[in-house]
């Protein structure tokens, strides 16, 4: 007799190898760590149990308090977009459930994920434990970065956000380092961006057109017209 958890075991493997073949692949995603990671990364854990059905989907699964898990084809070019080297260290900034950090430390990349909401921070040590536990959860105001590990080869702001805030660009190494994200300027009209820290500062460049939610923690504090 089959155990019924044999079985659903069973579908979320072929969920993942699906997700890889119709979303991530035909989505311009070459790298093979990126897509190895993908097809073994259990990313139901990574949900709320309630929603372990929707963690497949090609849209962003909610997760409360105004954050989402990451669309898969969103994720996976924006990591790629990244461009990790092994042996570099990143800094995963809104790290939310910790599947981006996930799979990014699947590229062979030192992460620290960062998270200020205490339901994010429980969901994502319970996930990490078994499917990364090499990467490094920390807790603190997301807008400071975590300066403790800069500088940082490369950062992903996972989410979107409206500026880049002057704290993060600083933890970026100079030259070599790459701040990949999603910049929304108005309604949820996106772009992923690439930029680099120069001795001008940051510059930006545009790579490609998504949309996922803004990061509540990241948005500007509202200003008074006199």
Avoid at 8 to 35: C, E, G, H, W, Y
Avoid at 64 to 70: A, P, S, Y
């Amino acid at each position: 007799m089959t155990d019924p958890s044999d079985t659903a075991l069973l579908d979320f493997v072929d969920a993942r190898n699906r997700m890889v073949d119709s979303q991530i692949r035909p989505n311009k995603v070459t790298d093979p760590r990126i897509l190895a990671a993908m097809r073994r990364i259990a990313r139901e854990r990574f949900v709320p149990a309630a929603a372990a059905a929707l963690a497949y989907a090609d849209e962003d699964v909610p997760l409360g308090q105004g954050r989402v898990l990451t669309e898969p084809m969103v994720i996976a070019r924006l990591i790629q977009l990244a461009a990790p080297l092994a042996g570099e260290r990143a800094l995963v900034v809104a790290a939310g459930a910790g599947y981006g950090a996930a799979v990014l430390a699947g590229c062979g990349v030192h992460v620290t994920a960062l998270e200020d909401v205490p339901e994010l921070l429980a969901l994502a040590r319970r996930a990490l434990a078994t499917e990364a536990p090499d990467v490094d959860l920390v807790s603190g105001p997301l807008s400071a970065g975590w300066a403790g590990g800069a500088p940082y080869d490369i950062i992903l702001i996972e989410g979107a956000v409206r500026d880049i805030p002057a704290s993060i660009a600083a933890q970026l190494r100079e030259a070599a380092g790459r701040l990949v994200t999603v910049r929304t300027l108005t309604g949820n009209v996106g772009q992923a961006i690439l930029a680099e820290r120069t001795g001008a500062g940051l510059r930006a460049r545009p790579a490609f057109d998504c949309a996922t939610p803004l990061i509540p923690g990241l948005l500007p504090a509202p200003s008074f017209v006199f």
